[in-house]
């Protein structure tokens, strides 16, 4: 199996293609995208954006899941930029007490007002299972969910900016080359003609209507490094992590079996994406990044047996129904790394 020198993503990934030289298609996206990025600048950028939003005496949303990401915009816009802040959050039905106890830190500690959003959870878990019986994974209504908190409580609240961690579009973005987009017309492709349009308001954002919003997505502005990021939550916040030293979507009951979904569907796991967007972000070096992939994966080979015990239950499935779907048919390519 091949591998690209650089970002060690393999060759099962999605159009993932590896050059003479060993380099792949996603490295060199990155170089021609990133080439002229000039840190200092887009900080100033950000800063400009925030003084005329300060200026007009504005609130700000901020989508917040008790995760690193979020929980991190969450202290830079309270903390370090004094922004009138309102947290949005969105019930998955999948929340762990670690994001609960985040989430009052949060709150506490920043003192910033959070407000939940919860929608219909009988039509989250049937979502849940629909888009698992069709693509093999179950992601996507919980990440519109997410989006769709911050719309929800910016219109109630009179404000127009909404602030987020999402990396989509950073230096450190993970899903490159089109994979695992969990956008709008993915989710309305498996959706709409199944649910009521009243079943969706709390889930999912029309198109039309993100527009009338400001959306910053804060990765895009500054260094985006994962454990610097949480040495200062620790400090500030008392962040956690969860029970079992966990620290990527600590928000989520079974993150884990997404990732083990994701290694049997393509060889390899979010955690793998992640640590060669931070190689490709100069963030760690290849020869680290192959030290963590390696560690990361092997524990992902094994099925979480708890998250995958919870996730059955909600979705009224069978291990068997499960491991009959004709998505899961990869090898874990760390075996060849």
Request: hydrophobic residues 35%; aromatic residues 10%; glycine residues 6%.
């Given at each position: 199996?091949?591998?690209?020198?650089r970002?060690l993503?393999?060759?099962?990934?999605?159009?993932?293609?590896?050059?003479?030289d060993g380099?792949?298609?996603a490295?060199e996206?990155?170089d021609?995208?990133?080439?002229?990025?000039?840190?200092?600048?887009?900080?100033s950028?950000?800063?400009?954006?925030?003084?005329?939003?300060?200026?007009?005496g504005?609130?700000?949303?901020?989508?917040?899941?008790?995760?690193?990401?979020?929980?991190?915009?969450?202290?830079?816009?309270?903390?370090?930029?004094?922004?009138?802040v309102?947290?949005a959050?969105?019930?998955?039905?999948?929340?762990?007490?670690?994001?609960?106890n985040?989430?009052a830190?949060?709150r506490?500690?920043?003192n910033?007002?959070?407000i939940?959003?919860?929608?219909?959870l009988?039509?989250?878990?049937?979502?849940?299972?629909?888009?698992?019986?069709?693509t093999?994974?179950?992601?996507?209504?919980?990440?519109?969910?997410?989006?769709?908190?911050?719309?929800?409580?910016?219109?109630?609240?009179?404000?127009?900016?909404?602030?987020?961690g999402?990396v989509s579009?950073?230096?450190v973005?993970?899903?490159?080359l089109?994979?695992l987009?969990?956008?709008?017309d993915?989710?309305?492709?498996?959706?709409?003609?199944?649910?009521?349009?009243?079943?969706?308001q709390k889930?999912?954002?029309?198109?039309?209507?993100?527009?009338e919003?400001?959306l910053?997505?804060?990765?895009?502005?500054?260094?985006?490094?994962?454990?610097?990021?949480?040495?200062?939550?620790?400090k500030?916040i008392g962040?956690e992590?969860?029970?079992?030293?966990?620290?990527?979507?600590?928000d989520?009951?079974?993150?884990?079996?997404s990732?083990?979904?994701?290694?049997?569907?393509f060889g390899f796991?979010k955690?793998?994406?992640?640590?060669?967007a931070?190689?490709?972000?100069?963030?760690?070096?290849?020869e680290?990044?192959?030290?963590?992939?390696?560690?990361?994966?092997?524990?992902?080979?094994?099925?979480p047996?708890?998250?995958m015990?919870?996730?059955l239950?909600?979705?009224?499935?069978?291990?068997?129904?499960?491991?009959?779907?004709?998505?899961?048919?990869?090898?874990?390519?760390?075996?060849?790394?």
């Amino acid at each position: 199996m091949k591998f690209c020198k650089r970002c060690l993503l393999p060759e099962t990934y999605p159009k993932l293609k590896i050059n003479e030289d060993g380099l792949c298609n996603a490295c060199e996206q990155y170089d021609e995208k990133w080439k002229h990025f000039d840190p200092n600048k887009a900080k100033s950028e950000f800063e400009k954006r925030i003084r005329e939003i300060t200026k007009r005496g504005e609130k700000v949303v901020v989508t917040c899941s008790g995760g690193i990401d979020s929980s991190y915009v969450a202290f830079l816009c309270k903390r370090k930029y004094n922004l009138d802040v309102i947290g949005a959050n969105f019930n998955h039905g999948f929340v762990t007490d670690t994001a609960k106890n985040n989430l009052a830190r949060i709150r506490e500690t920043l003192n910033i007002p959070i407000i939940e959003i919860t929608p219909d959870l009988e039509i989250m878990y049937r979502l849940y299972r629909d888009f698992l019986l069709a693509t093999g994974d179950f992601c996507t209504p919980c990440c519109q969910g997410c989006c769709r908190s911050g719309f929800i409580v910016a219109r109630n609240n009179n404000a127009r900016t909404i602030i987020h961690g999402g990396v989509s579009g950073s230096r450190v973005e993970f899903n490159v080359l089109g994979m695992l987009r969990h956008h709008y017309d993915r989710f309305m492709k498996y959706a709409k003609n199944n649910y009521p349009t009243d079943k969706l308001q709390k889930i999912v954002t029309p198109t039309s209507e993100i527009s009338e919003f400001n959306l910053i997505a804060l990765p895009q502005y500054f260094d985006w490094d994962e454990d610097n990021i949480i040495g200062i939550l620790q400090k500030e916040i008392g962040w956690e992590t969860m029970p079992n030293g966990r620290t990527r979507h600590v928000d989520c009951l079974v993150a884990e079996v997404s990732d083990f979904l994701l290694q049997k569907k393509f060889g390899f796991s979010k955690r793998w994406m992640t640590i060669s967007a931070n190689i490709r972000a100069g963030l760690i070096d290849t020869e680290t990044g192959r030290i963590k992939i390696k560690e990361e994966e092997e524990k992902i080979q094994q099925e979480p047996v708890d998250a995958m015990n919870i996730l059955l239950e909600k979705l009224k499935l069978t291990r068997e129904e499960l491991y009959s779907l004709p998505f899961y048919k990869c090898e874990p390519a760390v075996r060849y790394l």
